[in-house]
């Protein structure tokens, strides 16, 4: 049986890069012990979709939202309200009937 896909969305703008990271990785291995294959945009963006860590804004939205649009659930990190970007990935996700998790559910959920 193939792993659904969860993409992982949260703040990132205007945040200390290397926090962000550490905690896209976290959740990304809270996303794992449950059950899920996660997408870290940290971990693929630059592999998949080519765009550098220099890139502007909008390209690494058009990666971003590529990557979720394969994925079966999207896990919103705590303070993803904050963010224009994973507004608009919820935003997507939920138009798309995707699954919305939030960060504090996926610590006690199994799929």
């Known amino acids: 049986m193939e792993k659904k896909k969860i993409y992982i969305s949260g703040a990132i703008a205007h945040h200390d890069i290397e926090e962000r990271k550490n905690a896209f990785k976290i959740a990304a291995a809270y996303c794992k012990v449950c059950g899920f294959e996660p997408v870290n945009p940290f971990d693929n963006i630059y592999h998949r979709c080519g765009v550098g860590e220099k890139a502007d804004w909008r390209a690494h939205m058009r990666a971003d939202l590529q990557m979720l649009l394969e994925c079966d659930a999207i896990c919103m990190m ?25 960060e504090s559910d996926v610590r006690t959920m199994r799929i």
């Open 78 to 102: 705590d303070g993803w309200e904050e963010s224009k970007g994973a507004k608009l990935e919820h935003d997507v996700a939920s138009t798309c009937g995707m699954t919305v998790y939030y």
